[in-house]
Each structure stands twice: as structure tokens, then as C-alpha cells.
């Protein structure tokens, strides 16, 4: 059996192809195509106590009027879209870079849901949306006596 020693970072492989390396260097470092790569759906976080549910949605960096939360029978839905621009202008040339935001984030509502009573919130970069139960959906407490 022969052993052959590859070679590490610390052996110059750019001397093989430099132009190759480089392009794709230039390629994954690039903002515009690993920002996309990346997903952009914000963490959810879903409670019940036991009068309400309650959904905290991290979306920072967005303003109140960006959202658009939406009822349909039995599926809330929660959405964003928001487009930035961004001008450069540098000695030669003039660079522009378009950022679009968006999402939707759906989430299926039980039967004990008081569709009147649902409020939202955005305080710190987190969305609070409160959905509120129906009267006959709380339970009542007790102390059950054993006789």
C-alpha cells in the first residue's frame, strides 16, 4: 500500500491557475448571489396561555406599515414585502443595488379561535400578533373536592 501526502492550505495552489481561483473567489463572496442563497423566513415562536395564542415573528429592520396580516377562514397569514435602492458613486463609475424583502409565513387556526379578537404588534423588531380564544374554548379552574 502506498501513502501520498496531499497537498495543505500552506502549499501556493494559485500557481496552477490564478484566473480560476480567483473568478470563483469573486463568486461566493459575492453579496448579490449568497444573499439569496440564503432563505429569509423570520423565527416564529407560537404560545397558548389560557385565554389567547400568541405569535412573535423576528422581522427586524422593518417598519409597522410593511406587514399585511391577513384572515382567511381558518389560516392567518402574515406578509412582507419591501423594496430598498442604494446608489454608489464612486470615481468612474456608479454601482446600484436593489434589495427586495419579502415573505409569507401561514399558520393554520384551531376551531376555539375568537376571530374578533385578534391585535398585532411591532415593538423592537418583533411582531406580536394576540389571538384571542372563544369563552366556551377557556377552562374554567377548580379545586375538585374528593368526598
Keep these: 500500500m502506498a501513502l ?5 492550505k500552506a502549499v501556493n495552489t494559485d500557481g496552477v491557475n ?3 481561483n480567483s473568478v470563483f473567489d469573486n463568486l461566493f463572496n459575492d453579496s448579490f448571489i449568497t ?5 429569509r423566513v ?3 415562536n407560537i404560545t ?6 400568541s405569535i412573535e415573528l423576528a422581522a427586524p429592520g422593518l417598519q409597522k406599515s410593511d406587514f399585511k396580516i391577513n384572515v382567511d377562514k381558518n389560516i392567518i397569514s402574515i406578509s412582507v414585502e419591501k423594496k ?5 458613486e464612486d470615481k468612474l463609475y456608479s454601482k446600484k443595488e436593489y434589495s427586495y ?3 409569507t409565513r401561514s399558520f393554520t387556526l384551531p376551531d376555539t379561535v375568537n376571530y374578533s379578537s385578534i391585535d398585532a404588534s411591532y415593538t423592537d423588531g418583533i411582531l406580536h ?4 380564544k372563544k369563552e366556551e374554548a377557556i377552562v374554567a379552574k377548580r379545586l375538585i373536592e374528593v368526598k
Design 101 to 103: 424583502t419579502s415573505f
Design 18 to 20: 490564478p484566473f480560476v
Design 84 to 88: 430598498d435602492e442604494n446608489e454608489v
Design 42 to 44: 423570520p423565527a416564529v
Design 35 to 39: 444573499d439569496r442563497l440564503v432563505t
Design 129 to 132: 400578533v394576540k389571538i384571542g
Design 4 to 8: 501520498i501526502k496531499f497537498p495543505t
Design 48 to 53: 397558548e396561555t389560557q385565554d389567547a395564542f
